[in-house]
């Protein structure tokens, strides 16, 4: 156990759902983020909040929308997927500043 | 843009060998990281060097770094088939209050008993 926690660890949803991935972390860190991780690609960083504000934001598609309520806590809210979704999520914590990155077990993500 | 480029993209040894991960980078950092990641599962972190640092070592991992080239190599010596896993470089850069972290594609690492 890293002391980050993703639920659901798998989701089906069709392409008109609406749907939430949650991240929860007690390890007092700061900074959290949201990875797409497909077959054959890196893994993409999709978001970055640090101290609760969003910091970074790839170009991610509308469809994916985050949350960070408090600095234990990450949301990633998704609407009208496409198939190309499908991939496993990853949350992630680090702590004080350029120090490495605890890793949930991520959500595996299909869109039928 | 795309950073911590890792090769091989495999790798096949057998138990009691070594092995061997390079990763390249493209943009000024302030330290390299490597992670492992068993199939279908999150990241667990390994070791960091920092950008000046040039080696680093944790049990029977070893980690160069060489900024002129942007390159790092971590070393497994002595393996064994538990350490069959994808391990990935990530480079933290500069810039913001926590900076990006961004992975490679990864090396799939099969040990053979």
């Known amino acids: 156990e890293t002391g980050v926690t993703q639920t659901p660890r798998h989701l089906v949803m069709g392409m008109t759902n609406k749907k939430s991935l949650k991240c929860e972390q007690h390890l007092g860190h700061n900074a959290m983020y949201w990875y797409k991780q497909s077959a054959k690609k890196p893994l993409e960083l999709m978001f970055v909040?640090?101290?609760?504000?969003?910091?970074e934001n790839n170009s991610v598609p509308s469809r994916f929308s985050p949350e960070c309520p408090n600095s234990s806590h990450l949301f990633l809210h998704l609407h009208t997927l496409q198939p190309e979704d499908s991939a496993l999520y990853l949350c992630?914590?680090?702590?004080?500043?350029?120090?490495?990155?605890?890793f949930g077990q991520g959500t595996r993500l299909t869109v039928v | 843009s795309q950073q911590g480029e890792e090769d091989p993209q495999a790798l096949s040894i057998q138990e009691g060998e070594n092995a061997t991960m390079n990763c390249s980078y493209k943009?000024?950092?302030?330290?390299l990281q490597w992670y492992r990641q068993n199939s279908g599962r999150g990241l667990v972190h390994l070791i960091l060097i920092r950008s000046n640092e040039r080696e680093k070592h944790s049990g029977r991992l070893r980690v160069t770094l060489d900024t002129s080239k942007k390159s790092s190599s971590l070393l497994i010596t002595a393996s064994r088939a538990a350490d069959t896993a994808s391990y990935f470089c990530a480079s933290r850069n500069y810039g913001g209050s926590q900076g990006n972290l961004i992975f490679g594609k990864g090396t799939k690492l099969s040990v053979k008993p």
């Open positions: 943009t000024s950092i302030n330290n």
């Open positions: 909040y640090s101290l609760e504000e969003r910091v």
């Open positions: 992630a914590s680090s702590g004080e500043e350029n120090t490495e990155a605890f």
